[in-house]
């Protein structure tokens, strides 16, 4: 494919963790509506806690999360105290009656936490939350951070899922990313949580960073699969140093460029497909055995802020700074600057900076935005039974969207729409076309590819 053809197709756009999008939130979210939200939850909803820890002991220069590097533990330890008073504050609003399905610890890098503290937070969660035994406890770990006294903290939590980063494997990547990490270390941490009865295991893997070529993705994609991952999340690096000043730290001229990018995504994905992988939305890969693989064939795949999951829970409870949560009315997302966090909390109040309420036109949008970016596609028929009014408005957009097409990026099939094989790369721009809000608004993006 040539470059000018590869740069239309893949414009930037939103990666659609959410619809709408986080900068289209606004401040008329406030904590007094978060609070009633959550009171108008019915009882029985089910629900799924994330908790956000924002800091980390080294700084990758990649990285597009909300995190910042600390040397000093006494910054986490104020952090921790305003994090429980908000499990605290949400589970009274919440009561009891909701049955919690999943909790998610994400960040930054919640195992930059000491062993009792990581301890100390799960006992604040249940003192708070009804947590039943078999829940789903997903942790994100930094291989760097590990000791065994973390480990078997990690366990007594109830760690049932663990994602571990890895990135890239070869040196000259390494010291170009600033993330020094041996695949010994990181063989002895998938090795750890699987001796303590964790069954899935997640890899995360970029392409597209500085120096790696095809051949260097190669052999790093060897090695992970010799830990045999239970899933692999091959992300495509995103290069937004506008948004992450760290990043400018990145040689953009040692970037591989779009066409490089492509290939790149293209090798990685024969490669772990030929190993007996399949492929799960955009960017992941899952053991056919694997609950994302299954949810996938079955059409239940979820995407949310942390990706894909097969998460189903009525509302997602966000915990922690910049934490964004989704309730059946809309998102809600915590203020991002930790001393303002703690500010709001101390001062015994929710910490909620912005958010969004749904219009019957954003679900409808929701809905489709949704289903393209982990179907590929979707049922003209369900959108208009589903969503009435709006739905037709949309499918009539569909309609012409498909006849209008000429890049073989969106195909009507009967009552069905959808992005063809070859097209897949390219499913963030399709979604883009159903966006309202970013026909309007001026927020930028990453390269689609
Ligand atoms: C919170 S970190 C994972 C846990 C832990 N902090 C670690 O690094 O091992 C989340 C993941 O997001 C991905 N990520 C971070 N910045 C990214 C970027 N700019 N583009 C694409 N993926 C990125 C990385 O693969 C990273 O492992
Ligand atoms: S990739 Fe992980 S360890 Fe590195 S800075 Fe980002 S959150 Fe921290």
């Not at 999943?102 to 939350?129: I, K, N, Q, W, Y």
């Not at 600033?178 to 890899?203: D, F, H, I, K, P």
């Not at 140093?241 to 990145?250: E, L, R, V, Y």
């Not at 059409?299 to 990706?307: A, K, P, S, T, V």
Request: include cysteine; charged fraction near 20%; aromatic fraction near 8%.
């Amino acid at each position: 494919m040539s470059v000018r053809l590869l740069s239309k197709l893949a414009a930037p756009a939103p990666r659609y963790t959410s619809y709408p999008t986080a900068p289209h939130f606004h401040a008329g979210i406030d904590a007094a509506v978060y609070r009633g939200w959550l009171e108008e939850l019915p009882d029985g909803a089910s629900l799924s806690l994330y908790l956000h820890i924002p800091y980390c002991d080294r700084l990758c220069w990649f990285c597009a999360c909300h995190t910042k590097q600390t040397l000093s533990y006494a910054p986490v330890q104020r952090y921790l105290e305003a994090l429980k008073r908000e499990i605290a504050t949400v589970g009274a609003a919440v009561g009891r009656r909701r049955m919690v399905s999943a909790v998610h610890f994400g960040g930054g890098s919640p195992t930059l936490l000491r062993a009792d503290d990581m301890v100390a937070l799960s006992e604040a969660l249940s003192s708070s939350f009804e947590i039943p035994v078999g829940c789903e406890i997903s942790v994100e770990i930094d291989p760097s951070d590990m000791d065994e006294a973390r480990f078997d903290a990690l366990a007594r939590a109830g760690m049932t899922r663990a994602s571990l980063g890895v990135q890239d494997f070869e040196p000259a990547v390494q010291k170009a990313i600033n993330r020094m990490q041996s695949y010994e270390q990181t063989r002895w941490a998938v090795e750890s949580v699987r001796e303590r009865g964790v069954a899935s295991v997640n890899l995360d893997v970029l392409y597209g960073l500085p120096h790696q070529t095809e051949a260097t993705l190669t052999r790093t994609l060897e090695q992970v699969l010799t830990l045999s991952p239970d899933r692999i999340a091959l992300f495509g690096y995103a290069h937004v140093p506008w948004f992450k000043k760290h990043q400018t730290m990145i040689d953009e001229a040692a970037l591989p460029d779009i066409a490089a990018r492509y290939g790149q995504a293209q090798l990685a994905a024969r490669l772990v497909q030929a190993a007996g992988y399949v492929p799960v939305g955009l960017d992941h890969f899952s053991k056919p055995s694997d609950g994302l693989a299954q949810a996938c064939v079955e059409g239940r795949l979820r995407r949310n802020f942390q990706g894909y999951t097969v998460d189903e829970a009525d509302a997602l409870i966000g915990l922690g700074a910049s934490a964004v949560g989704r309730l059946p009315q809309g998102y809600v997302q915590n203020l991002s600057a930790t001393g303002q966090y703690e500010r709001a909390l101390v001062e015994g109040g929710l910490a909620v900076a912005r958010g969004i309420g749904f219009t019957p036109e954003d679900r409808a949008r929701s809905f489709v935005i949704e289903r393209l970016m982990c179907d590929f596609g979707f049922s003209g028929v369900e959108l208009r039974d589903r969503f009435g009014p709006a739905g037709k408005v949309i499918l009539r957009e569909a309609q012409d969207l498909a006849a209008m097409d000429e890049d073989g990026l969106f195909l009507r099939q009967g009552d069905n729409f959808v992005v063809p094989q070859e097209a897949r790369p390219f499913v963030r721009n399709v979604a883009a076309r159903f966006d309202t809000y970013l026909r309007n608004g001026q927020a930028r993006h990453s390269q689609a590819i």
